[in-house]
């Protein structure tokens, strides 16, 4: 038999989407062996609805006949046999899922759908319609019909801030939907709409169908149809799609964030980020930027948005410029032949700092251009669009 003993302290029931429910064990479990064929199992819990109102500590035992666990009744003390049900179910569940931290003892119940429905209804009765799986299961897990709210943007709003207040996860959602192409240059009185749920607005294109849109961003068409209150799978070309759940890729939230840098010039690539052989001595050497070749006076444009840390020369770079940007980056312009901006002052991106020159330790006419992230070398063309 089974010496179940529990104390309402430390752990949590919790309910999602994909469970009936789920329980957060904590650390202080502990198990302890009987004589054969008995284990004696104990664990803290906290917050059971229904159950525990205040979170006192109680102790119960009761002997449970290990053949009659699976087709258990509710009549004979309910409390005390639920509790041990779902710790036995849902320890085993959490071993399954990867807990290895925890040591837990696997236990095995029956997983028969009415056994499930049964102990949930009996927890939960305020629930209905539970289902052991969809069977349809959506990989956003949205089904409602997305609705939105008009907001306008008051001084020192963020984009991210207001994502964060309307429950929002990703900010993403609110980049995608009001065609903000750049997430730090919103103004007070901007009007906004925020949706009910994350995602993003689709433009529906040439030949596009619904089931084609919807495998491209792992979604079901149902969550589709739900999400935009559809009755039809027909689209027409522009029309607006909410796509729920579905995020901005990399390359695309750090273009709206500001971290990806302009070109500042186009020229022709003559040596690119890394080992090279020096072309002075032939040596072996690091190259910490990138060379891009152009006539002497081709006007140089900042990457990015910035203060002019510095100007000055040296014999390596010849005339220079570093401007220092958002979120740790600086960008240095080298071999000027000219300087247009003065230390302290801001820069848009686009906005002229020089000109191509041969000045400093060069060949020929060319730029250099290096960029720090947090005092660190990158290569330029990760971040460069």
């Not at 609110?174 to 689709?202: E, F, H, K, T």
């Amino acid at each position: 038999m089974d010496i179940i003993t529990y104390h309402a302290s430390d752990m949590e029931m919790l309910q999602s989407d994909s469970l009936p429910f789920a329980v957060q064990i904590k650390h202080r479990n502990s198990y302890a062996s009987s004589s054969a064929g008995q284990t004696a199992v104990a664990a803290d819990m906290r917050f059971f609805p229904g159950f525990d109102g205040g979170g006192s500590s109680y102790t119960k035992h009761r002997t449970v006949p290990s053949r009659a666990v699976p087709r258990i009744r509710f009549n004979p003390l309910p409390f005390l046999l639920v509790l041990s049900i779902v710790y036995a179910v849902l320890a085993g569940s959490l071993l399954r899922g990867g807990a290895g931290a925890y040591s837990i003892r696997r236990m095995t119940f029956s997983e028969e759908p009415s056994f499930s429905r049964a102990l949930h209804s009996y927890i939960f009765p305020e629930q209905d319609g539970f289902t052991e799986q969809a069977s349809e299961p959506s990989a956003t897990g949205y089904v409602s019909t997305v609705t939105f709210t008009d907001y306008t943007v008051r001084k020192g709003d963020t984009v991210s801030g207001i994502a964060s207040r309307a429950g929002l996860r990703n900010f993403g959602t609110l980049l995608s939907v009001n065609n903000i192409d750049n997430a730090r240059r919103i103004s007070a009185g901007q009007a906004l709409r925020i949706p009910s749920a994350d995602g993003l607005l689709y433009t529906v294109k040439k030949n596009e169908t619904l089931a084609g849109i919807a495998a491209a961003h792992k979604v079901t068409v149902t969550a589709l149809l739900d999400a935009n209150d559809l009755t039809q799978e027909t689209l027409s070309v522009g029309q607006k799609l909410f796509i729920p759940g579905a995020s901005l890729s990399s390359f695309e939230l750090r273009k709206a964030l500001g971290e990806l840098f302009i070109y500042p010039i186009q020229g022709r690539l003559t040596s690119p980020f890394g080992y090279r052989s020096d072309p002075f001595t032939g040596a072996r050497s690091f190259h910490t930027g990138v060379d891009l070749a152009a006539p002497i006076g081709t006007p140089v444009k900042a990457t990015l948005d910035g203060r002019i840390a510095e100007t000055g020369f040296n014999r390596i770079f010849g005339n220079y410029v570093i401007i220092t940007h958002d979120r740790g980056y600086q960008s240095l312009y080298g071999h000027l032949s000219a300087v247009s901006v003065k230390r302290g002052q801001y820069v848009t991106q686009g906005a002229i700092v020089g000109a191509v020159g041969n000045t400093g330790y060069s060949t020929g006419p060319h730029l250099h251009l290096s960029i720090y992230k947090n005092g660190s070398l990158i290569n330029p063309f990760s971040v460069l669009k």
